[in-house]
């Protein structure tokens, strides 16, 4: 097989593109690849697909301010054009932050994922942060391969911080093994916290940044 | 101008947020010119609607034209409006807010044009529904000069009387010539200031070839319930309305930079039109009558479009429309073309439906060189006697011919596509339905093991014929619901045996009531918006068709369904429908519907000319 060349991108993704699903957002990226021009690589099969992997799959209605995208890529550009070229064929909502060249390694980028930063914004997040505090376990329902089963999602919670009434940041477990998406810790909020249902509908999430293992190049401005 | 705000917990609280939120690729933003400015040089704000889902919408083709097509101008601005789902319809009206278009998010009643695009009868109460939501008064009579126009155009309009109350204009035929005209009078009449009137700018639009103004006719009925006279009531209106045509599709409009969608939509790929109109003169096939005569584009054309969209969308498949794809005159040079250009760039051509009698090993071939495509054939009628009937000129030796290049082929099966309630039809035309599927069956039996698949599989579908204005069944009457049930209990009873078919049909009371509103006239109105009244919408989705509602209503109306449905008509009855001229005339309807039912087929246009009227626009097939 000829040499492929890796770049990681980091992108952001806000309205109107948060309403997309997972799925969609790779089709969106597929095509604007395509009409992008860039050079890359297709997967062998009867059903050949570009060549490209998301570190974490991005739910509903989630905005992102740096998640990253790994593509193969059958020549050797220049990372910066690849974000260039890309940031002018991506629709509405969309932006590629940064691209680094990555070596070609075993683990895949999921595996790298470590952790995830969100913030929420919604009326009286603080009050029921404060309320929860000192609830232990924390203990949610959450739908996983195609049953309700019960979760404590305190050991994955590993920061909260108030940013005023009605904000907060927060750092969680990521990725493939142990992972805390926004919309369970909301639930947690509702369930132990008081925070009104009505609220937590209308909350804005923003994934600020995902850690990845810090053997891995990412975590390095080029 | 205002803006809707959809709330977060709305958006999160639907079925495929994505569908309402726009900021597709290639979609088009502008700015709208401050009120000042427009009173020097108008400004057109379009709505382009859709009555189904986003999904169905963007599938569209005349949308992908007009849209691009409108937005040309610097002082228009064309944005989309589609159905909202019933959920979101549900929780906007909880909510208080508008129906909204996807561009700019602004309510439907802000607009200054809203055309909508009519692919279906069963699409009439998502139309009210969408001007409700949109906060638009539903009767023409009750809007004024602060409101929307509402056009319509499409295959449906061909006999709009059904919705003659709620559409202001209607514009018959292929839009791209008249829309602009439509256009351009609507800025003129813009500029003409305070002392403008609705009527004002009607009247004028009703000069343009091919618009018509519904309420500028008054209908008159007999005793009888049929029509005495359709005429117009105002000086200077033209008694018929003649549909309007494009000619040269290679000159013609057709958009490179298309709408990309962020979600899946049914027909998610490039679109190439390769033609308009169909040769055949199938009898029940109310598009092969009304899109008349044939025009083709070149492949050449066609060609460096596909590449082109390639470019700008991102596309990695290249999809054929046209009614019979495989009637196209060069499709070879056309195929061979498109799969030398797109198979380096990894993209794909998927092939249409193909016709069984010019169907090749070698279209198959190359189309199983980039991904194996599913097959389908459309036989329609079980015997030859009711194939002749409709005028579908396919023997079952051409199936068996072609099942077999299949099998041999590689492929595992077909869709298979017939009718039920066609007109002359008896049990035995049913029974011929079973027979040429366990015909197949039996072929494939017959091959030797190493040349055929692994295992069968034929999806066989049925539908109900439905009779449609301007097709020579335009004078039959509708087979009844309860004997379309028991022709599809005997079908699926005969094939309960055949382990490879697959039967699926189509919901016979559905069919009713599509064929009482595409027959329809003008007293169905009431009928149509008692059923939105009461809850109906999105029709010709399964799950929330209402049949009793609408037998309700028909009944409070005081109409009885099947004068519309069940009846068969004299020759000189006037229809709902004689004020449109299609080019084809009624005498060669008329001749046909008597051929039909002696059984007596009719050659294609190509090889011979049976002179249908199309020849007067003086152009396309009719003159090659």
């Not at chain 2, 009607?202 to 103004?213: K, P, S, T, W």
């Not at chain 2, 299949?406 to 017939?418: C, E, I, M, N, V």
């Amino acid at each position: 097989m000829s040499e492929t060349f890796i770049v990681r991108l980091r992108f952001s993704r806000q309205e109107p593109a948060i309403w997309l699903a997972h799925l969609d957002m790779m089709r969106t990226f597929e095509r604007s690849i395509r009409r992008a021009g860039l050079p890359i690589c297709w997967s062998q099969g009867y059903n050949p697909r570009p060549q490209m992997t998301f570190a974490l799959p991005i739910s509903v209605g989630l905005a992102t301010a740096g998640d990253y995208l790994d593509m193969s890529l059958a020549e050797d550009l220049d990372p910066y054009e690849v974000m260039d070229r890309l940031n002018h064929s991506l629709p509405t909502g969309f932006a590629i932050l940064d691209a680094i060249r990555v070596a070609p390694a075993k683990a895949s980028l999921m595996s790298l994922v470590r952790a995830a930063e969100y913030r929420l914004e919604t009326p009286g997040l603080a009050e029921a942060v404060a309320r929860i505090a000192n609830t232990q376990p924390l203990v949610v329902e959450k739908f996983s391969k195609g049953k309700m089963v019960e979760v404590d999602i305190r050991p994955l919670i590993e920061k909260i911080q108030l940013k005023g009434p009605d904000c907060l940041e927060m750092r969680v477990k990521a990725g493939s093994s142990a992972n805390l998406r926004p919309d369970l810790f909301l639930k947690a909020l509702e369930t132990y916290g008081d925070l009104p249902a009505a609220a937590a509908a209308d909350c804005a999430a923003t994934r600020l940044a995902l850690i990845l293992d810090s053997a891995s190049p990412a975590s390095d401005s080029q | 101008m205002s803006t809707v705000n959809l709330p977060r917990h709305l958006l999160a609280s639907v079925e495929k947020p994505a569908r309402y939120t726009g900021g597709e690729w290639n979609s088009i933003v502008k700015t709208v010119p401050e009120a000042a400015e427009q009173a020097l040089r108008p400004f057109l704000r379009y709505a382009f609607c859709f009555p189904d889902t986003y999904e169905i919408g963007m599938s569209n083709l005349a949308l992908r034209i007009l849209y691009h097509l409108l937005n040309e101008r610097p002082d228009v601005w064309c944005e989309r409006v589609f159905a909202p789902w019933t959920d979101m319809a549900d929780r906007m009206r909880s909510e208080g807010l508008p129906l909204f278009s996807l561009e700019s998010r602004t309510p439907l009643h802000e607009f200054d044009l809203l055309g909508f695009t009519l692919q279906y009868e069963l699409a009439f109460t998502t139309v009210l529904e969408m001007l409700d939501l949109g906060r638009v008064p539903l009767y023409t009579a009750d809007r004024t000069l602060a409101d929307p126009f509402v056009m319509a155009g499409g295959p449906v309009v061909y006999n709009i009387e059904p919705m003659a109350d709620f559409f202001d204009l209607v514009i018959i035929g292929e839009g791209e010539e008249v829309l602009a005209e439509v256009v351009e009078c609507y800025l003129h009449w813009k500029a003409s200031g305070e002392t403008r009137t609705r009527e004002g700018f009607l009247q004028a639009a009703a000069q343009i070839e091919g618009v018509y103004v519904p309420s500028f006719y008054t209908v008159t009925y007999q005793s009888d319930g049929t029509i005495q006279t359709i005429e117009p009531n105002r000086s200077g209106i033209p008694a018929t309305i003649r549909k309007r045509i494009v000619f040269d599709l290679d000159q013609a409009y057709f958009p490179t930079r298309s709408i990309v969608p962020n979600t899946e939509i049914v027909h998610d790929r490039i679109f190439l039109e390769l033609f308009r109109g169909c040769t055949r003169g199938c009898r029940f096939c109310q598009a092969g009558m009304i899109y008349r005569p044939v025009r083709e584009k070149k492949p050449s054309a066609l060609v460096s479009q596909a590449l082109e969209m390639e470019k700008t969308t991102g596309y990695d498949e290249v999809g054929m429309l046209s009614l019979s794809t495989s009637d196209y005159s060069a499709l070879s040079e056309l195929t061979d073309g498109l799969l030398c250009e797109l198979t380096p760039h990894h993209t794909s051509l998927s092939l249409p439906s193909l016709r069984l009698d010019n169907f090749s090993l070698e279209l198959m071939e190359k189309a199983s060189s980039t991904r194996k495509g599913g097959l389908t054939f459309a036989p329609e009628a079980g015997t030859q006697r009711l194939r002749d009937v409709i005028n579908k000129n396919i023997t079952e030796e051409d199936l068996l011919k072609a099942m077999e290049l299949a099998l041999r082929g590689g492929w595992s099966g077909a869709k298979l596509y017939f009718m039920l309630g066609l007109p002359t039809e008896t049990i035995e035309d049913v029974e011929g339905i079973a027979h040429l599927a366990q015909a197949i069956e039996k072929l494939y039996q017959s091959l030797p093991r190493f040349e055929r698949p692994k295992r069968l599989e034929l999806s066989l579908s049925t539908a109900m014929f439905i009779p449609k204005p301007f097709t020579p069944f335009q004078w039959s009457p509708q087979a009844d619901t309860e004997t379309m049930k028991s022709h599809q209990m005997h079908l699926k009873d005969l094939l309960r045996h055949s382990r490879s078919v697959r039967y699926k049909w189509h919901e016979p009371k559905q069919s009713y009531i599509e064929g009482v509103l595409a027959r329809g006239d003008r007293r169905l109105g009431v009928v149509i918006e008692a059923a939105y009244r009461g809850g109906a919408r999105f029709d010709a989705w399964d799950e929330q068709f209402k049949i009793d509602l609408w037998l309700d209503c028909l009944k409070q109306a005081g109409l009885d369904p099947n004068f519309y449905a069940r009846r068969e008509r004299t020759r000189q009855e006037i229809f709902p429908w004689s004020h449109i001229d299609c080019g084809v005339t009624e005498d060669f309807l008329w001749s046909e519907y008597q051929r039909a039912m002696a059984a007596q087929t009719t050659p294609e246009c190509r090889e011979q000319c049976s002179a249908c009227g199309a020849q007067c626009f003086g152009g396309g097939v009719c003159y090659e």
